[in-house]
């Protein structure tokens, strides 16, 4: 690697502009939106730069439904890493996995249909949900030793929203389980549209398994490299219509009533799954460790269960007699994800974001453990 991921120190960080650090107060350090403090890989910087330098114009697959070079480069990494041989041909690409989850539920669903969802919920598909008047099917994750477990539900929903690894738990799902959930879909006649964006953050010895190899022709599977390869901002993503009808819904559309692929966005996500594998290994060393170490460092009263993937650490801190964000913004001078921001089954709780380096991770967990000292 031509850089140092784990040295980035909380003055250097405090000077950055995006989101994450510009939104947040002076003095208080941000663990709240998911976005990691990492450098993008080499291949991503050079990738872009390469397009700015030599063609900026029309791109050649600019009629191209699939985006060619897109579809491809996710077909291959799906194959390579979890065995899932998508079409190409079937792939769409979005801005995000939450835009793609809008024209999915348009396209398919009407106001009042029931999308069943796992709770508590990545806050952005809750407000889609409601903002477009679908009824909401909780499936509660409920604490189950060091993990979690969930039940599946007897009520039928028009639409299963599977977020797996499962954000904001880290819940990685098992063959089991997901068998159990590809069996309400068949009995119920559920379409399934599976979030797998957290799938390269997945940590041994578990492993991914994407729904699409369980039920190809009811599954439209959404990812993005943005979340595993830290950029958000290029808004970028792909949904694979493995299920003919929606596939056929989608057809029907004009070419680009939902927008288009942003050329800078394809070169960054080919590069990203094509050449930087090296440094997803890196980082996901590190993040292991950061895992390891919230559990290590934290009071042993706060309820901690180690995600099995993703970045990020959901906290029960019941105990406190408020919003433990906001207690601990004010009291620790670190900011936090409220629990309540992710629906059903998150009062109490708060989400940390550890992907970051040791100096600020150390100072963060520092920070937290005197306050609730």
């Known amino acids: 690697m031509t850089r140092n991921l784990d040295q980035l120190s909380l003055e250097a960080a405090s000077l950055r502009d995006g989101l994450k650090w510009s939104q947040t107060s002076p003095g208080v350090i941000p663990s709240w939106v998911a976005d990691m403090d990492f450098p993008v890989p080499q291949a991503v910087r050079e990738a872009v730069a390469r397009r700015a330098e030599t063609d900026l114009g029309y791109p050649s697959w600019l009629d191209e ?75 509660p994750m409920l604490p189950d030793g060091d993990g979690w477990r969930f039940e599946v539900p007897d009520e ?4 299963l929203l599977l977020v797996n690894p499962h954000n904001p738990t880290g819940r990685v799902f098992t063959s089991e389980e997901l068998g159990a959930l590809a069996e309400y879909a068949e009995r119920h ?16 010895p578990q492993s991914h398994i994407p729904f699409g190899t369980l039920l190809p022709a009811r599954t439209v599977t959404l990812t993005s490299a943005t979340k595993a390869f830290n950029m958000g ?40 799954w094509r050449h930087g594998d090296a440094w997803l290994a890196e980082v996901l060393a590190i993040l292991d460790r950061n895992r390891r170490l919230i559990a290590e460092r934290l009071p042993s009263r706060v309820g901690y269960r180690i995600p099995q993937a993703t970045y990020l650490g959901w906290l029960d801190l019941g105990f406190l007699d408020e919003d433990p964000a906001a207690y601990l913004e004010r009291e620790a001078r670190v900011r936090l994800n409220p629990g309540p921001l992710f629906g059903p089954g998150g009062e109490g709780y708060a989400r940390i974001n550890f992907g970051t380096s040791e100096p600020i991770l150390e100072e963060i967990l520092t920070r937290i453990s005197t ?3």
């Open 371 to 373: 306050a609730l000292s």
């Open 233 to 272: 901002g290029i808004r970028c993503s792909v949904a694979h219509l493995g299920a003919p009808a929606v596939r056929d819904a989608v057809n029907r559309q004009p070419a680009h009533i939902y927008g288009a692929p942003n050329l800078l966005g394809v070169e960054a996500t080919v590069a990203a």
């Open 156 to 159: 039928p929903a028009a639409v």
């Open 65 to 139: 439904p699939s985006v060619g070079p897109l579809a491809e480069a996710f077909a291959e990494r799906m194959e390579t890493r979890y065995g899932f041989r998508p079409d190409p041909g079937h792939v769409r690409s979005y801005s995000d996995v939450n835009q793609a989850l809008q024209v999915l539920l348009h396209l398919t669903t009407r106001p009042g249909d029931t999308v069943a969802l796992h709770t508590p919920a990545y806050h952005p598909f809750l407000g889609t949900i409601a903002e477009m008047g679908r009824r909401l099917l909780s499936i």
């Open 189 to 204: 006649d559920t379409l399934v549209l599976s979030d797998e964006i957290h799938a390269d953050l997945t940590y041994g």
